[in-house]
């Protein structure tokens, strides 16, 4: 490049770098540089009733109920309150830094900024109806942002509230507790899991198992169920209406979970594994046309092992109902009468109470190691049957004794009418024989 060349372009840069300084003089004589907020007397977020966003042609509309900010188009859905008040806190705060007229022959296009159509409108509506909108275009440098009011003002404004939007999406704000209303007065649990059904039952103040077995559920291990339940959340939104929810395994569905109770009904779809080694799966809740990821540790609350729900003590009486213990062996019968803090056989005189107190403590307090559900009860294993009765006489319950020899030694199970056997932990012994509880003589 010659010199006469070279110093043409440097004249011709500085003239293009005055002419724009003289046209942004002309601009700034028109704008507004001190800044000031976009609303006049905007509205908390406690009082206001609703508001709605418009993006890419879907409109998401919140409303304020009893129970809590609800999303109630396209469909409805319970929100997360804290999260979904940052929009409009944010809009409140909203600081304009230029205000430019819509018909100003310098302004650009506003196709060019992102406000023909906009890219967002925001429209806050408070108890009195009053209605507050912005339209927000594009972003631009230093963390500004144009936006438009209804009035046809053209704002340069800072970029909060764009950041807001790009980097937390509307799914983020709602509440993805699959059973956010599941309470301890739940009623009913209800788990299929490729089509085998656990059902587990209040009555009155306990828990009955009814499918596959009808047996005694242990009631704190259930509240700890339904405690579990109610923490269950889906870790992200994957997929709003999607057209086929059988490719994520849930027409059908891999397992369903469904609680009722007193004011509550919900019911979980859970679906294939997400994919790759994770063991997360794809779950749906009714009535909410929207596909979640449920993490491990959640799978593994809502799908957990039923046998845990079991109760796994021997019988569900409480030892201090207990006026008499009926043991029928294989060789003898033994009937063991309460006097105040004795125990005296029938037939045979006193007995050693604290023996008598020993097999109580495990007929209703030991918890088994194990449980184990049988379709035939194993009679074969059966060495004894003991019948607790109150103070009428009546029975109050019986559980059968069985025991078996394995490598390991001597093992006892207790079986209460249900075909559960109730494994005893290693190392019990259960007294049957008259010798055992200090009895002489022959029955």
């Known amino acids: 490049m010659r010199w006469s060349t070279a110093i043409l372009v440097w004249i011709a840069a500085i003239l293009t770098l005055g002419m724009g300084l003289l046209l942004r003089t002309e601009v700034d004589e028109k704008v507004s540089s001190t800044p000031t907020k976009a609303f006049e007397d905007f509205p908390s977020f406690q009082a206001l009733q609703s508001w709605s966003l418009l993006r890419g042609g879907e409109q998401l509309t919140f409303e304020r109920t009893e129970g809590g900010w609800l999303q109630t188009s396209p469909f409805r859905h319970r929100m997360h309150q804290d999260l979904l008040a940052a929009v409009p806190e944010t809009a409140a705060?909203?600081?304009?830094?230029?205000?430019?007229?819509?018909?100003?022959?310098?302004?650009?296009?506003?196709?060019?900024?992102?406000?023909?159509?906009?890219m967002t409108t925001l429209t806050f509506e408070d108890a009195e109806g009053e209605m507050h909108s912005v339209h927000l275009g594009r972003r631009g440098m230093a963390g500004r942002g144009w936006a438009k009011l209804p009035d046809g003002r053209i704002l340069v404004v800072e970029a909060d509230l764009h950041t807001l939007l790009e980097r937390e999406p509307p799914e983020t704000w709602r509440d993805l507790r699959v059973f956010p209303i599941l309470s301890v007065d739940a009623r009913q649990i209800i788990r299929d899991v490729s089509g085998e059904q656990l059902v587990v039952e209040r009555n009155g103040n306990t828990w009955q198992i009814t499918s596959p077995l009808p047996t005694r559920a242990d009631a704190d291990a259930v509240m700890q169920h339904i405690a579990d339940l109610a923490g269950v959340q889906g870790e992200a939104v994957l997929l709003d209406q999607p057209p086929d929810i059988s490719a994520f395994g849930l027409n059908p569905p891999v397992a369903a979970v469904r609680v009722e109770g007193p004011g509550m009904s919900g019911r979980l779809l859970v679906g294939d594994r997400v994919g790759g080694a994770s063991q997360a799966r794809y779950g749906m809740v009714d009535g909410i046309p929207s596909i979640i990821r449920i993490g491990p540790d959640d799978v593994g609350r809502l799908l957990g092992d039923p046998a845990m729900l079991v109760d796994h003590t021997?019988?569900?009486?409480?030892?201090?109902?207990?006026?008499?213990?009926?043991?029928?062996?294989e060789q003898e019968e033994l009937r063991f009468n309460r006097m105040l803090d004795r125990w005296v056989e029938q037939s045979r005189g006193e007995?050693?109470?604290?023996?008598?107190?020993?097999?109580?403590?495990?007929?209703?307090?030991?918890?088994?190691?194990h449980v184990a559900l049988h379709d035939r009860y194993p009679a074969e294993m059966e060495v004894a049957v003991i019948t607790l009765l109150d103070r009428s006489g009546g029975p109050l319950d019986s559980v059968r004794v069985l025991r078996s020899q394995t490598p390991e030694g001597v093992s006892w199970a207790l079986e209460n009418g249900d075909n559960v056997l109730r494994v005893l932990p290693s190392g019990s012994a259960l007294p049957l024989q008259g010798e055992e509880f200090g009895l002489s003589g022959t029955p």
């Open 314 to 329: 021997g019988t569900g009486v409480n030892a201090a109902d207990v006026s008499s213990v009926v043991v029928r062996g």
């Open 351 to 369: 007995a050693a109470s604290g023996t008598v107190e020993q097999l109580l403590e495990t007929l209703t307090r030991t918890r088994g190691s």
């Open 93 to 118: 705060r909203l600081t304009v830094l230029d205000s430019v007229d819509a018909d100003d022959p310098m302004l650009p296009p506003l196709a060019t900024l992102g406000l023909d159509p906009p």
